[in-house]
Structures are given as C-alpha cells and as structure tokens.
C-alpha cells in the first residue's frame, strides 16, 4: 500500500476499500477480548477457519478475531454479518452448526442465542445489554480486524487527523477540545484541554504526548477492551494531541502481561507509519511525530503519572512530588502531555464531529460517553459504554441486570483500591465526575465492583488497602506506615477485637495519610476506608461495640 | 555459567543503561527467574551499578529472584473474583499444596501467587495454571486441577 500524502488521497483510499468490498459478504466475527480469550476463543475461532476450509468457502467467508463486544459474562460471543446474528457462549462443538444453518441457509441456531424473562434476541443491537448502551467507542470494536488499519479507514478512520492537520492550526485544535469539556477518563478527571494547554504553553523544543495504558486497578478492563479492539483509534488521538500540544514524538505506555496487546500496538504502529500517519511531514502537512511502545513491569503505582515517566526514563517507578506538574516537566524533564487510552480514543470523535456535537452528549460538567467495566457480584459482567449522566441504576440493573441469582445488591466500589463504597440507596445518582466525587466515591477509570448482601465492607475496606498496602512504592513514610498502621486496627475489628476509639483512629490516620502522602496513591489510600465509614459505620460499630465480627 | 540466549539479550543492550528493566524482563520472560551472576553480568555490560540493578529487581514482584517450580499456579486476588469466592479457593489450593502464596512446593513442583486482576473478570473466581485459565471454579475442582500437572 502506498503511503497516504493528502487529505484527498485518504478520501480515495478509503472509497477504494469500501468499493472492494461487498456488503453482503459474510464476515464472522469472534471476539477476542480478555474474558472470551481466557475461555478459549481461539478453538472456535480455529473451528471456523476449518469449516471454511474444509467446505472451500475460505475465500467467500471471512472469519475475524475481534475486540472486546463488551459482554463478558457470556462469552465467547460470535456475530455473523451482514445480518448480525449473535451467539453466545459458543464452543467449537457448536460451529458445525452455527456454519450449516446460519451462515449457509440463513436459518437461526436458536439455544445459541440470547434470552432472558423478557423473551430471546437474535441480532446483537436487540439484545438489551447493547441496545441501552451508546457506543461511540466500543461499536467498531465489533467492527474491525483490530490487525486491519484498512477497517479503520473504511470506518472513517483518521479523517480527523487529515482535518487537523490540513484544515486546523495547532491552537485550533487545543480550542476545540477545550470546548468539548473533555475529561481525563484515568482517574482524577481533569479537562484533558488544560493539561494539553499547560504542555504547549510550558518552555522547550522538545515535548512528549503520552497514552496511560496501564490500566492496574484490579476491575477495570475497559482500557484494553479499546486499546486491543481498535488501537488506531487511540493512536489517532495521540497524534492529534501531539499536534496540538506542539510534540513530535509519543510515548504509549502499558503492561508487559498481555503479549497480544503488544503484537496489537506493534502492528498499528508499524502500520500508521507505512501510510505515514507517522513519520515526516504527515499528510503533507509538515508536521513530522514518531510513537514508541513502552512497556510496563506491572506495579500498581507505576500508572502514576510522575512515576509512569520515570519509568520510560529507565527508573523505578517512584513518584515525586507535584509542584510542578508532569505537562511542565515530565519524561527527561521536557514537558509531557499524559492521557489515559480512553481519553485519548475521544479525541478523534471530537474533532470529527466538533466540539458542539460532543457538548450534546453527557451532563453540564461530563461531557461524552463513558466506559464502566462490570465486576462483582452482577449477572453480566462485561464492559459497557453509557452517556455520562446515566444513573448508577440503569448500569447496574438496566445493563448488568443486577446481581445473580435475585439476591439483592448492597453496595457499589467506583475506582478500585483508591475509590469509594456507595450504598444501594444512592444508586439514582447520575454517572458524573463531580458527584461522585462528592460522594465519595469517585468514578476513578471506570471499574465498577457490585458487591451484595454476603460481602462484609470492613473485609472489602481491608482487602483494598493490603492491596496499596502491596503496591505503594513505599518511599515516602505517610503512605508506607499510614496504611500499613490502619491496617493493624482494621484487622482488629475484623476479627471483633475492636476497641474503643478505633473509629477516631483511623480517621486520624486517614487526614495524615491523604494530606501528607507524595502522590495520588497515598493521597487516595484511605478513601474506600472513608467512604465505608461514612455508609457502612456501623459495621465497623458492630466489631467494636458489641466484640463480634462486623458480619 | 550463563546461558547464551540470556547472554544474547544482554549483548542487544550493551552499554544502554535506560534498557535496564527491559533487559530483566526479557531475561525473567526467558528464563523465569534472575540469578545473581546474571544481575552481575547485567549491571557489568549496560554499565548500571548492581546496587540499582537489584533496587530494580527487588521493586517488580515481577522479578523472581529464586527458581519457581515446573508450574505456576495464580489464584486470582482482583476485586471481583474476590467477592465472588476467591478466599476459599486460596484456602483450598494451599491446603492441598501445603504451601502459602509465594512459596515453591518442597518437590519443585508448584509456585503458588496471587495474581492481580488479568481483566477477566466476568469468569471468577480463577485458577491459573501455567497461564491457562480456569474460570468459574469452586474448591471442590482444585484437587482434580491440581492433579493434571506433573
């Protein structure tokens, strides 16, 4: 394939693929995420090939390892299109069949498909998991050969990096997304516009935009259902930002656990540089910016922004302290504009529909959409897109279909060891950053763990914290002995050995901690402790006052 | 004596201290495990003294610093195969293993861990053998697991 020069060669390439294509052509689709991946996806996908094979039909029929679909709890899930017919929890057995009836005849395999109280749905926009959702995102996830950059071009892919580049100025671009009121979707849901706006104003010649793809929050695999399911999507993004920002070389940064994600973006990179989406003087435009995959040993803390970029520095990840902000003096020193995998994937969205279009979506200060992985105790578990503003209600009970087995659901946890606890009764409370936040649970990545009656939160508080307790770097003292010492006393109660006082204890040790820690980690440490004392107090009586076990 | 594969990963890095993680990675993925006359030979040939080499492979849980048995055996300790039963199925393997998380059975034959969240969340609680996942399970199929490695 010829390198891409103009925006009108992009135009052409792409109505060349679409015109190399029949729309009736039946493409088999088997997601690959995670979850289908752990229950061996790969036999039905081998199982496919070797029915095609067997039948002759490996050129008229093409089989596709996807991204996530999102719906975990039943998968491996298969589409076949055009129609969209979808099965779930298929094994290779199943195929035969799948391949006799279906994709020959037409006709419905229908124990394959899925059911619920309400009745069966065939095609997958039917099914009520994915009909409530607004996916702006995860949709080419189902789409696309996460190995084909011709997939994403045919869906539009990098039309917004032509527009920037040939039809906007670098300020431009940083206005538009400062509209969009885009926010940080790693964590601390800061206006993605300013960090970029504080990185292209900081002094120096030499800037870096980087993907956060770590993604170490135990729940949350929202980040690598987008980056494994479309990685030119988040790339794009980066690309842009580093237009905007006035950076010529990214960094993508993320686990080294996953060999296929690293075959993934290796293979997008190699493939946007091959159509010069990177490289020198991108579609003409004089801008010139390379990318370099970086990966991660895996610790917790190494997500943190100012220890992720000691890291690509060849240091241990340990923080330091933030008086002068990572998009001012970051990797090597040099100002470094860092967003996490999601943010970056609503990038393009933005500026290919403007910043108007993407105010009309989400609530007065959450603009868009909204990946929230599934965990817990929840019927489906999966990943799923929703407009932010939607309530904790309709995710929890309107998507994930509440918990298993009717029993009833007692709390939620938004944002893994560093979130909080929210009872049932605040479930009408609207998927927003700022609410959240006021509540005490902030929405973090978008992990969200469902825990019903059977869960003790004393138990569940304890668990978060020997998980920071594990995790902390352990170089500044707040973090290191804070939570390691309201660990002692939550052990304690656990065990209905509390004492009086204890409360008032690990309140204490909480203010110390959050106000004296270096970083995010520390500061957060004691935030599922806060939020559990302030819903689930008298749990924590009950270990206390009336020496048994909270449950 | 050092292996020439490992001896090869350090060779692609000679003299590039900032590849120092990268090349125990490589070493730990190859390898399974880091000497010390490997750290040595490390900290010699990128030019990092071995007092960092070892903060580095000290800091990652990653970096084993002793020989793990024939097989690795993850429980699953992420948040959600927690509430969905995880504790029990920890209590089960070690039981059976007569070892705690961390340890090597006296034979070689099983490392356990707890593994952190792998993402998939939708199949707890999980028993990883060897990188196969075992999803959904209860205690009462740990034995009968455990028993297909040798």
Sequence with gaps: ???????????????????????????????????????????????????????????????????????????????????????????????????????????????????????????????????????????????????????????????????????????????????????????????????????RRAPGEIKYVIVNGHEGEPGAFMDRALFMGNPHGVLEGLIIG?????????????????????????????QAEEYGFLGKNILNSGFDFQAALHLDVGIFVSGESSALMKSIEGKTPEPRSKYVRTSVSGVWERPSCLNN????????????????????????????????????????????EVPLGTTLREIVYGLGGGAPGGRKIKAVHFGGPMGGSL??????????????DGLGAPMGAGGLLIMDEEVCMVGMTRYFLEFLSGESCGKCVPCREGIRQMLKVLRAIEAGEGKEGDIATLEKLAWVTGKAALCALGKSAAAPLLSTLRYFREEYEAGIDKGKRPL | MIDERIRGIIDRHRGRPEAAVQVLMEIQGLNRWLPREVLTEVSEKLGVPLSDIRHLATFYKTFSLSPPGRHEVHVCNGSSCRV???????????????????????????????????????????????????????????????????
């Excluded at chain 1, 009520?128 to 190995?147: E, H, T």
């Excluded at chain 1, 993320?254 to 973006?265: C, E, G, N, Q």
């Excluded at chain 1, 007065?364 to 105790?377: C, I």
């Excluded at chain 1, 009872?423 to 959240?436: A, K, M, Q, S, V």
Aim: proline share 5%; hydrophobic share 35%.
């Design chain 1, 1 to 199: 394939m010829p390198r891409i020069n103009t925006a009108l060669e992009l135009e052409e390439t792409r109505s060349g693929i679409l015109a190399g294509r029949d729309p009736r052509k039946t493409r088999i689709a088997v997601c690959a995420g995670a979850s289908c991946e752990a229950s061996a996806n790969g036999t039905v996908i081998c199982a496919f090939q070797e029915e095609t094979k067997k039948r002759g039909l490996d050129v008229e029929i093409e089989i596709v390892a996807t991204g996530c679909h999102g719906f975990c709890e039943r998968g491996p899930q298969v589409v076949v299109y055009p129609e969209g017919v979808c099965y779930q929890r298929v094994c290779p057995g199943d195929v035969p069949e799948i391949f006799g009836e279906t994709v020959l005849n037409k006709r419905i395999v229908r124990r394959l498909v899925y059911s619920d109280s309400e009745g069966e749905a065939v095609h997958l926009e039917e099914i009520p998991f994915y009909r409530k959702q607004q996916s702006l995102l995860l949709k080419n996830n189902r789409l696309i050969d996460p190995g084909k950059i011709e997939d994403y071009l045919a869906q539009g892919g990098y039309g917004a990096l032509a527009r920037a580049l040939t039809e906007m100025r670098p300020e431009e671009v940083l206005e538009e997304i400062k509209l969009s009121k885009l926010r940080g979707r790693g964590g601390g849901g800061f206006p993605a516009g300013a960090k970029w706006e504080t990185a």
């Design chain 1, 242 to 270: 580093g237009y905007a920002v006035g950076a010529r070389e990214g960094f993508i940064y993320t686990r080294h656990d996953s060999p296929r994600l690293k075959a993934t973006v290796e293979r997008a990179l190699a």
């Design chain 1, 341 to 384: 995998v999601e943010t970056w994937a609503n990038v393009p969205l933005i500026i290919g529909k403007g910043a108007a279009w993407y105010n009309t979506i989400g609530t007065e200060g959450s603009k868009g959409t909204k990946l929230v992985s599934l965990s817990g105790n929840i019927a489906n578990a999966g990943v799923v």
């Design chain 1, 423 to 436: 009872p049932e009764r605040l479930l009408d409370t609207p998927l927003d950053f700022d609410l959240l």
């Design chain 2, 84 to 150: 969905r039963g995880a504790k029990g199925i920890l209590d089960e393997v070690q039981n059976r293993l007569g070892i705690r998380s961390g340890e090597t059975t006296a034979d070689g034959r099983f490392t356990l861990e707890e593994g952190n969240c792998l993402g998939c969340c939708s199949l707890g609680p999980e028993l990883i053998i060897d990188g196969e996942h075992f999803g959904r399970i209860t205690p009462e199929q740990v034995d009968g697991l455990l028993k297909k490695y040798d």
